[in-house]
Structure formats: C-alpha cells, structure tokens
C-alpha cells in the first residue's frame, strides 16, 4: 500500500475556540480515519494497492463501479487538505504568491471573502469549497459530498469542508459563523503558496505520477 495512514499537523485542540477539540477528534477519528480504514479494506489485494491517493481517486472515478472506493479515496484525501488549509493563529489576508493570484482575480481581499463566503453560504447539503489553481489563475469552486475538483484537473490550494460534522458541535446550524471563522481565525496561506510554488518549479499534476503537487502537500501535511 502505497498510501499512509493519516496523521493530524497540529493537535487537536490547537484551533479553538474556532474549532474544538471534541470537533476535531471526532472529525479525524470517526470520518477521516473511517474512510481511510474502508478505502484501505477495498484497495488491498487487488491491482489497486500499488497506487498513490491521487492516483487512486482518479483511476476510481472514471469507472462507475469504483465509485464507493472513489468516495473513501476522495475524502481522505480531501480531509487531509482540509487539516493543512489551517493552522493556529492562521487567518486574515492572503499573503505570498496566492495573494498575489487572487488579487489579481478578485481584486481587493474583501472581494475574495465575500465570493468565498457566498459560494460556501449558498452551497446545498454536504460537500466542499475549494480554492484551486486552474490554467494560470484561482477559482473558487464547491462539489458536493465527497467530491474533488482533481478530477477536473484543477490543481486544490485550499480545502473547506462544508458537511455539518465539521462545525455542527462548535456553530450548530450557523455555517456561516464557521466559514467567518476560517477566514478570519484558521486558513493557512502557506499550504497554497507551497502547492503553487511547485507548480512554478514545473511539478505537473501527472494523472499517473505519484509525485503530483497535491501529492506532496499530502505528505507535507502529515503523512499520507
Ligand atoms: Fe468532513
């Protein structure tokens, strides 16, 4: 198996009072950790278990009958994005080169904020917003439940889970407290910039390459 067990960047009570701790240990033990255990289960013994992550959510993808395999491989993947697009004492401005792009996209920092929390305000039901890098420039996208714009061939900067289990305990219903939250308190702006500068240095996103950018800001990130 060529896909590590995932590990957590901080502990888990490092980013309260945003996100707490119980929230954190039951997102990474009870989701994460599950569908990591199944996509594990599935994958071995089979001509699967010599593939990447990224790998493996593409190949799974594109052939409907993997598609229970696709979603695991898909959150796991996702989920470990998610625990790098934070940190403690993070939030604010972007800085570095991914400010860079979105000014150029976006214009001011308060355009960015309000089009991120209007994508992630108006997404319907479980799913995922997703700053990415795409043909020069940064789009904000969402897909629903476990799906991931690396299929598209976008290139995933930062990662917001939008399912209730990620602020229900700290926020209830109020997903618009959470989405304030981890822009203004949580997003880690060096996982973006880390993920651009390789694509600067020319790290392609290999549908069959194991040592895609977002491959090594899973590993950066803790492990996998
Ligand atoms: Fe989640």
Not at 169 to 183: E, G, K, T, V, W
């Amino acid at each position: 198996m060529n896909i590590d067990s995932p590990t957590m960047p901080y502990n888990f009570a490092d980013l309260e009072p945003a996100i707490s701790r119980d929230t954190l240990v039951f997102h990474f033990l009870r989701h994460q950790r599950v569908c990591f255990d199944r996509m594990l289960a599935m994958v071995r013994g089979t001509e699967l278990e010599s593939l990447g992550l990224v790998e493996l959510i593409r190949v799974t993808e594109r052939n409907p009958a993997q598609h229970t395999l696709y979603r695991y491989a898909a959150e796991v993947y996702n989920h470990t994005l998610y625990w790098n697009s934070m940190r403690p004492r993070g939030g604010g401005p972007a800085t570095g080169l991914v400010g860079e792009h979105l000014r150029e996209r976006f214009g001011t920092h308060e355009r960015f904020v309000r089009e991120f929390t209007d994508a992630a305000s108006a997404h319907f039901g479980s799913g995922w917003l997703w700053v990415v890098s795409r043909a020069g420039t940064v789009e904000i996208l969402t897909t629903s439940n476990a799906g991931t714009p690396l299929v598209r061939g976008d290139v995933p900067l930062l990662a917001l889970d939008l399912w209730e289990h990620a602020y229900y305990l700290d926020h209830q219903n109020r997903r618009s407290a959470y989405i304030n939250a981890f822009l203004e308190e949580l997003v880690n702006w060096e996982t973006a910039n880390r993920v651009l500068a390789e694509l600067d240095a020319g790290a392609e996103l290999r549908p069959a390459g194991r040592r895609a950018a977002s491959d090594s800001v899973l590993r950066a990130g803790g492990g996998l």
